[in-house]
């Protein structure tokens, strides 16, 4: 069973930056998604298990960087510029496959979730 724990949420204004954590067991392909009210659950970014591959949606390129410790077992998506649509529930996920992809539903493992709220 691969545990998954969020940190780093939190309320921030519009051009601001937050830095979530996510600190999982064992070494897989780890993506982070959002999910705001309403909305159906989209991805984020996603990163190698080495660390040196990442991929972005169109909507954060730029502004966001996924990168992971593995020494320290963890996941990292630093937010900078946010803006308010950027405001949901943010999720680590990890994927046992060896193909990436931005469908959720490939992902077997997930953490709680961890509220980012970006105010105008």
């Known amino acids: 069973q691969v545990q998954l724990v969020e940190s780093g949420g939190g309320l921030v204004q519009a051009g601001g930056s937050l830095r979530l954590s996510c600190a999982a067991s064992?070494?897989?392909?780890m993506g982070w998604f959002r999910q705001a009210p309403g909305q159906e659950r989209e991805f984020v970014a996603h990163?190698?298990?080495?660390?040196?591959?990442?991929y972005y949606a169109s909507s954060v390129k730029g502004r966001f960087t996924i990168s992971r410790d593995n020494a320290k077992n963890t996941v990292y998506l630093q937010m900078d510029s946010l803006k308010p649509e950027d405001t949901g529930v943010y999720y680590c996920?990890?994927?046992?496959?060896?193909?990436?992809?931005?469908?959720?539903?490939?992902?077997?493992?997930w953490g709680q979730g961890t509220q980012v709220t970006v105010t105008t």
């Open positions: 996920a990890a994927r046992l496959g060896m193909i990436y992809s931005v469908n959720p539903s490939d992902y077997d493992y």
């Open positions: 064992g070494s897989y392909i």
């Open positions: 990163i190698s298990r080495n660390g040196y591959g990442t």
